[in-house]
């Protein structure tokens, strides 16, 4: 016996009936003091995250350990109490994405026609000293680079690097190889006099 299509047992179109259960996920306002010099551009927050509302959650995440080992404070402070360490050391933590549809936490799964971008220029804008953005990860930069680079005003573009993912799911290299590149990257801007 032939299997019913979605149009027989809903009375939709199969596209229609995807799309309904299609997953919108929507991102957390930036972590940002108006002297930030550094932002840190994820894509999108897991699942993890997005349950926590708070960014990179997941337990085997690297990004807490990594900014705790470069800023010197304990990775187990409480949430806000990392986010103050991050501010008060001049780096704001943002995602390139606003929302988009993406079943699960990979980057990989975001459906690139849902993709809606946050708003960097504006925040480059109103965050004058920023000198150099970081990109979480390839995907974050594959994402800015579609989505934000052709909008933006070239005239006051900050430098630009990719490091490698924090994500568990980027597992090509070892925490104290991410560290060490993570550290050269912040380092020197880190070290400039505000």
Not at 3 to 11: A, M, Y
Not at 146 to 166: E, F, I, N
Request: charged letters at 20%; proline letters at 9%.
């Amino acid at each position: 016996m032939a299997r019913p299509s979605s149009t027989e047992t809903t009375g939709k179109p199969e596209t229609t009936a995807k799309a309904e259960a299609a997953i919108v996920v929507r991102s957390f306002p930036a972590i940002a003091e108006p002297d930030a010099r550094i932002l840190i551009l994820g894509s999108m927050p897991g699942v993890a995250s997005l349950t926590a509302h708070r960014y990179y959650a997941h337990p085997h995440n690297g990004f807490w350990p990594i900014m705790a080992r470069i800023l010197e404070f304990r990775p187990d402070l409480p949430y806000e109490e990392r986010c103050r360490s991050l501010t008060a050391a001049g780096i704001a933590l943002w995602d390139v994405l606003q929302q988009c549809v993406r079943p699960g936490s990979l980057d990989a799964s975001i459906e690139h026609a849902s993709v809606v971008p946050n708003d960097i220029e504006a925040f480059l804008r109103n965050h004058s000293g920023v000198k150099l953005i970081c990109f979480n990860g390839a995907a974050a930069e594959q994402l800015f680079r579609r989505h934000v680079l052709p909008d933006l005003t070239k005239s006051r573009l900050p430098a630009m690097q990719r490091l490698p993912s924090t994500s568990p799911a980027h597992a090509s290299l070892r925490f104290e190889q991410k560290l060490a590149l993570w550290l050269q990257a912040l380092g020197p801007t880190l070290a400039s006099p505000f």
